[in-house]
């Protein structure tokens, strides 16, 4: 038996319409860039931006490098262990302000803000510009085709190549 849109509960209709957030290559910045780094980096980013709509971040851990642990803000740098507590907390960081509203207002004491999740589904897609500092690790510039003005709410990416692999380094 099949279930139509129209059978849905309003919230799992959003995401239905706003999932998976579409990707598109911009512009590669730099001398190093190469289309099989771009492509790769894309594909992580895919991974993560759909967990994020999603409402979990389930893949998370297995971008993150064990040594070099994941930068989350201006402020912090964790541990992957770090993180791995972090996702599971109802209350923690990821919880706040990636996906629940009203503990990001209660942080911040001021309505109005948006969770990372409600930002990228704004977006109605993102072109992702590259910016390669060296072979092994790209900043990325997410720019937003609608709602421009949430991309405030994020932080540039940050992807290093280590031991072959591409992982994140900061958190967007």
Same mark, same amino acid.
């Given at each position: 038996?099949? &279930? +139509? ?5 309003? #919230? ?6 706003? @999932?998976?957030? +579409? ?7 730099? #001398? ?17 931006l759909?967990?994020? @709509?999603?409402?979990?971040?389930? !893949?998370?851990?297995?971008? &993150?490098?064990?040594?070099?642990? %994941? ?5 912090? !740098? ?15 960081y990821?919880?706040?302000?990636? $996906? #629940? ?15 990372i999740?409600?930002?990228?589904? +704004?977006?109605?897609?993102?072109l992702v510009?590259? $910016?390669?500092?060296?072979? +092994? ?6 720019? $937003? ?14 992807f ?11 958190m %967007?």
């Open positions: 038996m099949s &279930v +139509s849109n129209k059978d849905l509960p309003i #919230n799992e209709k959003i995401t239905l319409a706003t @999932c998976p957030i +579409s990707l598109e290559l911009g512009k590669v910045y730099g #001398n190093y860039g190469k289309k099989v780094d771009t492509d790769a980096i894309l594909s992580q980013l895919r991974l993560l759909d967990d994020i @709509c999603l409402g979990n971040l389930d !893949h998370l851990p297995a971008m &993150v490098f064990g040594e070099l642990g %994941l930068f989350i803000d201006a402020k912090g !740098h964790w541990t992957k262990e770090e993180v791995i507590r972090d996702i599971a907390s109802k209350d923690g990821f919880s706040t302000y990636f $996906f #629940n509203q009203d503990l990001l207002d209660q942080k911040k004491t001021s309505q109005g803000n948006l969770t999740q409600t930002a990228l589904r +704004s977006s109605n897609g993102i510009d590259f $910016f390669f500092d060296s072979s +092994s690790e790209s900043e990325l510039q997410l720019k $937003f085709k609608e709602n421009q003005a949430n991309a405030r709410y994020l932080i540039n990416p940050v290093a190549k280590i031991e072959g692999k591409w992982m994140l380094l900061r %967007l």
